[in-house]
């Protein structure tokens, strides 16, 4: 089955920097990778997502990069803030949109800490 | 955009006893949702997927007499989890994907953190 690895498992970084969080998975076959912020007590929310038709794609202070060949994708958070400290696991998918095979595996995590 | 309400948001319960998790899609229709726990700091580990009309489908490593799972109706999925014991406390999440949304991301509801005394 489907393994996701992320790294690092913590991170704190200056307000204002940039913070990048890595992760790769083992199936080839995997279509699909988003990526979820989750704070303190709270339900993982989705921030961006990629397809693998595609190598890269930004929502103004986030963006994320797809490597197929390699198999990994990166979050790129830039001119970070205090908000955006919280927990963020990347996953990834295969399979077609609804079918049970479509479940989606996640990474272990990273706790992000932005300090001021 | 999509909800998932889930039902309670906490609980605590004796051992032996079992507690039974609601997840609704409130504004649209899923034909399978998701099990997920949480340890604490920990990521989320994929339980099961709970089909509509059919059986689950368990990870490897999970109890399905243990963890029971019911999908009765297309916006309804429920995790019973069955004689319950303090290794079984931790926080449960599940999560839905919009069937007629073409693409559409997982939707994850607010969690239940399970306390067994």
């Known amino acids: 089955g489907e393994n996701v690895e992320q790294h690092p498992s913590t991170l704190s970084v200056q307000e204002g920097d940039s913070a990048v969080i890595k992760c790769t998975y083992s199936d080839s076959a995997s279509n699909y990778f988003p990526w979820y912020k989750q704070e303190l007590g709270k339900r993982p929310q989705l921030i961006i997502d990629?397809?693998?038709?595609?190598g890269e794609k930004k929502d103004q202070r986030i963006a994320v990069t797809l490597n197929k060949t390699a198999k990994h994708f990166s979050l790129h958070i830039t001119e970070t803030q205090p908000e955006d400290s919280a927990v963020y696991f990347c996953?990834?998918?295969?399979?077609?949109?609804?079918?049970?095979?479509?479940?989606?595996?996640f990474g272990s995590g990273t706790r992000l800490s932005i300090r001021p | 955009g999509a909800v998932v309400s889930q039902h309670p948001s906490r609980v605590i319960c004796k051992s032996g006893t079992s507690v039974k998790i609601e997840c609704r899609s409130l504004d649209f229709q899923a034909t399978t949702m998701f099990w997920y726990r949480q340890f604490p700091k920990k990521s989320l580990m994929l339980m099961a997927t709970s089909n509509e009309g059919s059986k689950a489908t368990y990870e490897q490593g999970v109890e399905k007499d243990k963890f029971l799972i019911n999908h009765a109706s297309l916006t309804l999925s429920t995790l019973t989890v069955t004689s319950a014991h303090p290794e079984d406390s931790s926080f449960y999440i599940c999560s839905a994907r919009d069937q007629g949304a073409d693409n559409s991301p997982l939707h994850f509801g607010n969690g239940t953190r399970l306390t067994v005394t």
């Open positions: 996953a990834a998918k295969k399979g077609p949109g609804y079918s049970s095979a479509s479940k989606i595996i």
């Open positions: 990629i397809r693998s038709n595609v």
